[in-house]
């Protein structure tokens, strides 16, 4: 048999939940939509949103635009077309290591835009390797390679 206490709180919930089902229909048919819909179109909105940020996120990154190598019998590269914002130069020379003295970078218009002067790193350190970072966006430009070993040139854009 159930006791008093157990009656009363079947009795208790059984109310309540008439009384909430109650209230979720009134509330349903008087604005005609289930109020649970109105929770899942947040969701979905902020779903979408979030999609949205995603796709609008920065995903530039390193691309390869070519590579060269320049010595003494060739000192200027092919004309190469950077599509990016920025691009950088990343340079390694080849033996036998001596010192060099840099390379022009030179735009689409016969223009040198940069001067890079790599002498004073590798009187110290022949076997350097550098990157060069160039500010300079869209746009054809060449290397002038000055003189010394050849050095092997490739060339990435920044998109």
């Known amino acids: 048999m159930l006791g008093k206490k157990q009656i009363v709180t079947m009795v208790s919930i059984a109310i309540m939940s008439f009384l909430v089902g109650t209230t979720v229909n009134f509330v349903a048919v008087a604005s005609d939509r289930n109020p649970f819909d109105k929770i899942w179109e947040v969701i979905y909105d902020l779903q979408a949103r979030v999609t949205a940020l995603e796709q609008g ?18 000192r200027v590269s092919p004309p190469f077309f950077i599509e990016g914002e920025k691009w950088r130069i990343k340079w390694e020379p080849q033996p036998p290591l001596g010192s ?60």
């Open 57 to 74: 996120a920065s995903t530039k990154t390193w691309h390869y635009v070519t590579s060269f190598t320049l010595s003494s019998d060739n």
């Open 100 to 159: 060099w003295y840099g390379f022009f970078i030179w735009d689409e218009k016969g223009y040198a835009i940069e001067w890079v002067q790599v002498d004073a790193i590798l009187m110290y350190y022949h076997e350097a390797r550098g990157i060069h970072y160039v500010p300079h966006g869209t746009g054809s430009y060449k290397i002038e390679w000055l003189s010394g070993p050849s050095v092997n040139f490739t060339i990435e854009s920044y998109h």
